[in-house]
Nanobody, 124 residues
Framework: QVQLVESGGGLVQAGGSLRLSCAAS????????IAWFRQAPGKEREFVAL????????NYADSVKGRFFISRDNAKNAVYLRMNSLKPDDTATYYC?????????????????WGQGTQVTVSS
């Protein structure tokens, strides 16, 4: 089992920045891919960004490309999401998720492990 715990959410004005953290524990070697998803009220959970275990491969949703940056520190078993130029449309609960690298990277149902989520609210 892998446990994931998010932190760093909060209330920020449009144009501001936040850094989310995802702390992993347990059998972390079984998660080659860590991703961030988000879910706004009344909407489906959507892919935001992902990173492979070596940090060399990253990918982003078009809606956040150039504004959000994902990174990881394997020594700390942590993954981060730096969010810049935040917009009200970025308001959502943000979740980190892990999988073994088996594919379906942009679909929530492909991930085996999930954190409890952290709320990000962007005011206009």
């Amino acid at each position: 089992q892998v446990q994931l715990v998010e932190s760093g959410g909060g209330l920020v004005q449009a144009g501001g920045s936040l850094r989310l953290s995802c702390a992993a524990s347990g059998r972390t070697f079984s998660t080659n891919v860590i991703a961030w998803f988000r879910q706004a009220p009344g909407k489906e959970r959507e892919f935001v960004a992902l990173i492979w275990w070596d940090g060399l491969i990253t990918n982003y949703a078009d809606s956040v490309k150039g504004r959000f940056f994902i990174s990881r520190d394997n020594a700390k078993n942590a993954v981060y999401l730096r969010m810049n130029s935040l917009k009200p449309d970025d308001t959502a609960t943000y979740y980190c998720a892990g999988q073994s690298g088996s594919g379906g990277y942009y679909r929530a149902e492909s991930y085996d492990y999930w954190g409890q989520g952290t709320q990000v609210t962007v005011s206009s």
